[in-house]
């Protein structure tokens, strides 16, 4: 098995290397290039054996028969015409071997980069593209470079001496007949070249049309909910339908094509046959050539036209490949806009002071944060509250660099955060984002990610300040349960508590919860704030909320409107301000005074797992 190389696209170390770097097929073709060359040379051995030693042992052979030698002499002949025709398999199987080979394990380490790289790119690039489509490049333009590096290769190579040996063998027998059935082989070249756009055309045709397929079928089936809702299973199906139709239509027209193709190749094969028989009977009766030679004539003349009729396919598949590389490339050429600090600070023991000076974030054009200034003692634990859009989440996204600033400066420990390796800034942030995401695995291998052997203990204080403990019960196989698409369906606040969990598990000096007890029930959320107290213990803590209830337990509120800071203190202090955090407070209360829990308003918030994905 080859390992996973780890290619840097920066390095520029000669012109040469510096190409090679940049184009990662390139350079990979290069690092097989004694494959290619084994296969070339076993593919061209396998054609010369076949032009000059086969068609001329069957030469032979029909001249026994007119010159009257004996069956034994003619056995012997044909033992000679197998052996050849072993030899010829064995090095053209050699030949497609190397080149399959090769191309398989470029593949191979193509997608370990394209992932790797995938994986390195920050958020902002996958807010920009569609997973489909990153998923369809990893999958079919893979696929079709694989299919031009495999055995184009060799047939390219193939048909470049197939043609001049092939021609020099018809020249060295009749130099007339030679040059007549030449000018018939551009002929092929043409009706080939005929059929090969039109089934490009319409193979493209059809690749656009599964893929608008694709989109709706998914669509419908992850929006069932949506559909069912609003009763629109009619509709969807009548729109499916007529796109299906339009794939038939589509798919036909290119099946007509591709089965006249075979029948083509036959015929302008026994065009081939019909150029030699017509031109060659005079001259076998002038006595130009015999019979024998002939038919030898005819079977080289077939291999050529037989390797020209293949042309069309190697161009397709030349086409295809070159231009999934061009996007792979591009995608590899997509560089990662966080860029790693250059400070290792390996060894640098967080303590978690944190400090926003003037931070500024503008996305293409639109101020998100303006001039924030705000400073977290160590331990300390700040609440932010604002309406949706306030900017909330890219303030706290600037800590772990998902987001970076376009102005101003974030410190953790007195150190700008973007002078840390990103892992050892990430390893200091515990970070429960707004949407919990898990992965499709056991629970406790959710709970684990990331951690190497958590300790029972901290199992068990993760399991209590998410107060998981009580669902396990419910859960068949407990911590070992599936969840996720091919498991159990946890409901919205039973994910959110696992994401918690999680990050509890991971045991980080800071810790930042992003609105991230929005889904559990009100009751649940005081449990999990005492217990949280504990742990907060000696943690620096950033706390997204919408309750006041969770607002109030923290040192300092803050409260964000359109990017800037309107307020800041403790609770009893914002309530005696009377300002726009008294104004919360107030309607929050209101409501509790009606007896409506708010909670009960939200549609997501059921603790009865039909909330599922
Ligand atoms: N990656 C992004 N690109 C462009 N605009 C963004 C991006 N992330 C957030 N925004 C915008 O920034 C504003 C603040 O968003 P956010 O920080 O998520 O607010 P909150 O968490 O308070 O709801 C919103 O107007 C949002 O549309
Ligand atoms: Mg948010």
Do not use: C
Request: proline residues 3%.
């Amino acid at each position: 098995m080859p390992t996973v190389a780890s290619p840097d696209y920066e390095q520029s170390v000669t012109a040469t290397g510096n190409f090679l770097e940049r184009n990662p097929l390139a350079k990979y073709l290069w690092q097989y290039k004694h494959y290619y060359l084994v296969s070339l040379i076993a593919t061209l051995i396998a054609a010369v054996i076949s032009l000059l030693v086969t068609t001329y042992l069957v030469e032979r052979a029909i001249s026994y028969i007119s010159e009257g030698r004996s069956i034994s002499a003619l056995g012997q002949l044909a033992s000679l015409v197998i052996v050849a025709g072993l030899i010829q398999s064995v090095f053209g199987w050699s030949g497609r071997w190397f080149g399959s080979t090769a191309s398989r394990e470029i593949e191979y380490y193509l997608r370990a980069d394209l992932t790797k790289h995938f994986l390195n790119l920050d958020q902002s690039f996958f807010l920009k593209t569609r997973t489909g489509d990153l998923m369809s490049r990893a999958m079919n333009d893979l696929q079709a470079i694989r299919d031009m590096i495999g055995p184009i290769a060799s047939a390219m190579g193939r048909l470049i001496i197939v043609l001049i040996v092939g021609f020099l063998v018809l020249l060295t027998m009749n130099v007339r007949l030679a040059f007549f059935s030449l000018a018939y082989l551009p002929l092929i070249g043409l009706v080939i070249a005929f059929f090969e756009v039109r089934v490009e055309h319409r193979f493209n045709a059809v690749q656009e049309q599964l893929s608008i397929l694709t989109d709706a079928a998914q669509e419908s089936m992850s929006g069932v909910r949506a559909v069912k809702a609003y009763a629109r299973e009619e509709s969807e199906i009548s729109a499916f339908a007529s796109q299906n139709e339009e794939m038939r239509k589509r798919a036909m027209s290119l099946a007509a094509y591709q089965a006249a193709l075979w029948p083509v190749f036959v015929v302008l094969g026994m065009g081939t046959t019909l150029i030699a028989l017509f031109f060659g009977t005079p001259a076998v009766i002038n006595g130009e050539l015999t019979s024998a030679q002939l038919v030898r004539f005819i079977l080289v003349l077939g291999i050529i036209s037989w390797d020209l009729m293949m042309i069309g396919w190697v161009i397709s598949i030349m086409q295809l490949g070159l231009v999934a590389n061009k996007r792979i490339t591009e995608l590899f050429r997509q560089p990662p806009s966080i860029e790693n600090g250059d400070t290792s600070l390996e060894n640098h023991n967080p303590t978690g002071n944190i400090k926003f000076r003037d931070v500024s974030v503008v996305f293409d054009e639109a101020v998100v944060l303006d001039k924030i200034n705000l400073e977290i003692p160590l331990g300390q634990t700040v609440a932010i509250a604002g309406k949706t859009g306030s900017g909330k989440t890219t303030l706290v996204n600037l800590l772990p660099r998902m987001t970076d600033v376009t102005g101003g400066v974030v410190e953790i420990d007195g150190i700008d955060v973007r002078k840390y390796k990103l892992n050892v800034l990430r390893e200091m942030i515990g970070f429960v984002p707004q949407e919990a995401y898990l992965f499709s695995d056991s629970l406790i291998n959710n709970l684990e990610y990331g951690q190497s052997d958590p300790t029972p203990e901290n199992i068990s204080t993760a399991l209590n300040v998410s107060r998981l403990s009580k669902d396990l019960e419910q859960l068949d196989n407990k911590l070992e349960t599936l969840i996720g698409e091919r498991g159990a369906s946890l409901s919205g606040g039973q994910k959110q508590r696992a994401a918690l969990a999680r990050t509890v598990l991971k045991n980080a000096p800071i810790l930042v919860l992003d609105d991230s007890l929005s889904h559990v029930d009100t009751n649940t959320e005081e449990e999990i704030l005492a217990e949280l107290k504990t742990y907060m213990n000696g943690r620096t803590t950033l706390l997204i909320a919408h309750r006041t209830s969770t607002l109030r337990t923290a040192d300092v509120i803050v409260m964000l409107r359109n990017g800037t800071i309107v307020e800041l203190g403790p609770h009893n202090e914002l309530v005696k301000a009377n300002g726009p955090y008294a104004q919360l407070y107030k309607e929050q209360l209101a409501v509790e005074a009606l007896g409506v829990d708010l909670d009960q308003l939200k549609l997501d918030t059921t603790i009865d797992g039909s909330e599922t994905r």
